[in-house]
Every structure is written in structure tokens, then in C-alpha cells.
Nanobody
Framework: QLHLVESGGGVVQPGESLRLSCAASNGNWNHGATGWFRQAPGKEREGVACISGSSDGKTYYADFVEGRFSISRDSADNMVYLQMNDLKPEDTGVYYC?????????????????WGQGTQVTVSS
């Protein structure tokens, strides 16, 4: 089973930034894309961003990102990051990274197979 662990969440004020990290280990399958998702209280889990599992490194972002977030990877260290700038209160939620068997499936949660435990992001003044 692929094991994913998120870190980097915290409590910030609106307009501030966070960088989330996702570490992958114990992988005994050929995973494809990695995505970031979030779930706010009372809402369903929604996709934030994904990065292709192939060397092209293509990325895709949800409309609500509005250019504020960037997903990236460090393949040598099996790490994926989500840089979040200009955070807003509505960005509050538990953020998860996930791995898909597909190389570039988009950001629908149902096409991702392995999930981390989540890291809490709270944006509040």
C-alpha cells in the first residue's frame, strides 16, 4: 500500500501563505498523478490541484484557486507540495494529498486511490 503523509498545515490570517508537503513511501505499485483535496466542515471533499504522474509535469487547478496556489513535485525525494498564497477564510479545511493510478485524471476525488491522513488549514482573523 502506498503511504502518504501530509504536513505543513496551521493557523494563518487572511492574505498569508502556507506550504503543504506530501511525503510518499512504501509504494509497491506504479502510481500516476498526485492531487491535493480539501474538505471544509459541512461540505464534501473537493479537488484543489493535481500534477501529472508523467515527466511532463502537467498541472491542473480548481477555479477557486484563482492563481493563488501552485502544485509541484520533487521526484527524487518522493515529495509533492502545495504552495498556497493569499489565503482566504473560505480556504479553511482539512487538506489531503492523494495518489491515482491514472497519469492525469483531473481533480475528482473518486479517481484517486490512496489518501493521506490530512492536515488542518485554518484561515481566520
Amino acid at each position: 500500500q502506498l503511504h502518504l503523509v501530509e504536513s505543513g498545515g496551521g493557523v494563518v490570517q487572511p492574505g498569508e501563505s502556507l506550504r503543504l508537503s506530501c511525503a510518499a513511501s512504501n509504494g509497491n505499485w506504479n502510481h500516476g498523478a498526485t492531487g491535493w483535496f480539501r474538505q471544509a466542515p459541512g461540505k464534501e471533499r473537493e479537488g484543489v490541484a493535481c500534477i501529472s504522474g508523467s515527466s511532463d509535469g502537467k498541472t491542473y487547478y480548481a477555479d477557486f484557486v484563482e492563481g493563488r496556489f501552485s502544485i509541484s513535485r520533487d521526484s527524487a525525494d518522493n515529495m509533492v507540495y502545495l504552495q498556497m498564497n493569499d489565503l482566504k477564510p473560505e480556504d479553511t479545511g482539512v487538506y489531503y494529498c492523494a495518489a491515482s493510478k491514472w497519469m492525469f485524471p483531473g481533480i475528482s476525488p473518486n479517481v484517486y486511490d490512496y489518501w493521506g491522513q490530512g492536515t488542518q488549514v485554518t484561515v481566520s482573523s
